[in-house]
C-alpha cells in the first residue's frame, strides 16, 4: 500500500446512501482492522455532530431520553465530576428529564456520533442569571459582578464527554458552541460573562478550561455551586454537612463579547 495513504473512519451521508447496511458494517470493521503490516495507515477520528436542543421540539421526548442515558452513564463512570448522584437521578421519571431539556432559562447542547447516533458529549449554560444570583459571599474571593445593564451573566454546567470518545477535542468543541450562541444573541448588553465551578480535584478539566481563557475567580461551596447550577433542591434541610459547606470547588470565569 502507498505510503501517502490515509483511511478514514469516517463518510459522509451521501457516500453512505449509495452501500447497503452489510456493506457499510464490512468497511467499518475493514476500517477499523489496520495490519500491522502498515504502520503509515492512519484512522482519521470519526464524524460529530453538534447539536442545540430546540426545547419546544416535537422530538423532545426521545431527546429527552437520549439525555437522561449519556447524563446517567456519566453520573455512574465519573461520579467525582459531578455535584449530584447516580443513586439520585436514576430515580427521575421521564416527565422529569423532558423537563429539565424545557426549562427556558437553560440551553443544552449535545454530540451525536454520526455513525451510530449516539449522545457522547452533553454541556449546558443557565442564564441569563441576575447580579444578586451570581454574586457569592465575600469570603469566597470571588469579585462583585458588573450591574445587570453593563454585563450578562450565565453559569455553564454538566460538561461530559464519554471516555471512548475523548481525545477528539469535543469537550472544546461543544463549548465553543455554547459560546458562539451567546455571542449571537442580541439585544443589550454587549459583554458576557460566563463562570464555571469545578471541583479542585479535577486537575485535567481545569486546566482545559484554563486553555480555553477561563481564569480563576475564587472558590465555592458545594451548596454554592448546587444554586447557581439550578439545583438547590438537592442541598439537604438543616444544618449541613462539611461536604456542603467547605470551599473546595474552583470559580473560574470567562468574558465574551456578542458580535
Not at 482492522?33 to 423532545?60: A, T
Not at 452513564?73 to 465530576?81: D, G, I, R, V
Not at 451525536?112 to 443557565?126: D, F, I, N, P, Y
Request: glycine share 6%; proline share 7%.
Amino acid at each position: 500500500m502507498p505510503s501517502n495513504v490515509h483511511v478514514s473512519a469516517a463518510y459522509s451521508h451521501t457516500e453512505a446512501r449509495a452501500f447497503p447496511f452489510s456493506v457499510h458494517i464490512a468497511l467499518f470493521k475493514h476500517l477499523h482492522q489496520v495490519p500491522k503490516s502498515y504502520p503509515d495507515v492512519k484512522l482519521l477520528p470519526m464524524e460529530y455532530q453538534y447539536i442545540h436542543i430546540d426545547r419546544y421540539g416535537s422530538n423532545i421526548a426521545t431527546q429527552a431520553a437520549k439525555y437522561r442515558d449519556l447524563r446517567l452513564a456519566a453520573l455512574q463512570q465519573s461520579p467525582t465530576s459531578f455535584s449530584s448522584t447516580y443513586e439520585t437521578e436514576s430515580r427521575f421519571s421521564l416527565d422529569t428529564w423532558i423537563a429539565r431539556l424545557s426549562e427556558p432559562s437553560k440551553e443544552t447542547f449535545v454530540v451525536a456520533a454520526r455513525s451510530t447516533g449516539e449522545w457522547v458529549a452533553q454541556v449546558t449554560v443557565l442564564g441569563p442569571i441576575t447580579t444578586s444570583i451570581y454574586d457569592l459571599p465575600e469570603e469566597s474571593g470571588q469579585p462583585p459582578a458588573l450591574p445587570d445593564e453593563e454585563e450578562e451573566k450565565w453559569q455553564m454546567l454538566g460538561l461530559y464527554t464519554l471516555p471512548e470518545h475523548r481525545g477528539h477535542g469535543i469537550a472544546k468543541k461543544i463549548c465553543q458552541e455554547a459560546f458562539n450562541y451567546l455571542e449571537v444573541q442580541e439585544g443589550q448588553p454587549k459583554k458576557v460573562r460566563v463562570r464555571i465551578m469545578v471541583k479542585r480535584q479535577n486537575v485535567a478539566p481545569l486546566k482545559m478550561y484554563e486553555s480555553m481563557g477561563f481564569k480563576s475567580a475564587g472558590l465555592c461551596t458545594l451548596a454554592e455551586a448546587l444554586i447557581a447550577n439550578g439545583d438547590s433542591d438537592m442541598i439537604p434541610e438543616g444544618e449541613l454537612p462539611e461536604a456542603f459547606t467547605s470551599r473546595g470547588g474552583v470559580v473560574m470565569t470567562l468574558e465574551l463579547d456578542k458580535k
